[in-house]
Structures are given as structure tokens and as C-alpha cells.
């Protein structure tokens, strides 16, 4: 298992948010499956679930388990943790400015991205814990 691949795995389960190893094993396939989850989320709206894009995006049908979830809560999960697993792989911490930095670089930025990202830290933060994800779920919808 890469360093990425364990910090961002290790920061989705902080969460309390499954990353199944097909879709997360490196920056690269990590990138391309939240721009996946993006380009649903462009097309349809930011209310749009997992399920939802599960549905129409059939490389993602391992994400079904958090079909509920909003795409975009998922998404910005996913940003984070892949920013937090990239800056952890060269050093310690990781601020907001470093992953909106981070999702610029990949074009994985959205205007609501920033605003939910602000609202619900502990998406990003690598000592993140279920019961703060819970309530940052809840104050990003």
C-alpha cells in the first residue's frame, strides 16, 4: 500500500466514509474518481446522492454502502482526503488554503466547494472523528 493510499484511506475512515481501494490507490485513480463524482454533480445539482451517481456512473457502484450521502459532502470528503494524504505523503498538516490549492491544481475546485469545505473542517483534517463528521454533515447541507 502506497503512503497516499494509507493516509488517504486513514483520513476517510476518520470520517467514518468508506474508500474502497479500487477507486482511492493512488492520487492519480483518487483524482479520477472524484472528478467522476464531479461531473455528476455539475450535471444534476449539488443535492444529487451517492446513490444517485452510483447509478449512473457504473465504476463507482462500490460507493452503494454510503448511497444516501450527499455527492457533493462525499465529494469534498474526498478532496480533502485526498489533499490531506498528498501533503501527509511530504510533511505534516494540512489547512483550508492547502486544499483549495490542492483542488485549483486538479480542477477539482467548485464554487460551493470552498463554503462546505469552511463549514465542515473536520472533512479535511487528518484527526477527524465520527462524531464530527456527523455534525459536518449536517451544517454542510
Not at 7 to 12: I, L, R
Not at 34 to 57: C, N, P, Q, R, Y
Not at 78 to 83: D, R
Amino acid at each position: 500500500m502506497s503512503d497516499f493510499q494509507k493516509y488517504f484511506k486513514a483520513n476517510m475512515e476518520a470520517l467514518g466514509l468508506p474508500a474502497p481501494d479500487t477507486l482511492f490507490s493512488s492520487a492519480q485513480t483518487a483524482v479520477g474518481t472524484v472528478t467522476i463524482l464531479l461531473s455528476h454533480i455539475d450535471k444534476f445539482g449539488k443535492t444529487i446522492t451517492v446513490g444517485e451517481v452510483v447509478g449512473a456512473a457504473t465504476k463507482l457502484e462500490k460507493l452503494g454502502v454510503v448511497a444516501t450521502l450527499s455527492a457533493s459532502f462525499y465529494a469534498g470528503a474526498c478532496v480533502g482526503s485526498i489533499a490531506v494524504a498528498s501533503e501527509r505523503s511530504l510533511a505534516d498538516g494540512i489547512s483550508l488554503a492547502d486544499v483549495l490549492a490542492y483542488a485549483r491544481s486538479k480542477h477539482l475546485s467548485r464554487p460551493w466547494l470552498t463554503a462546505m469545505l469552511h463549514r465542515a473542517p473536520a472533512i479535511y483534517r487528518p484527526h477527524g472523528s465520527a462524531a464530527r463528521l456527523r455534525r459536518a454533515a449536517a451544517v454542510a447541507q
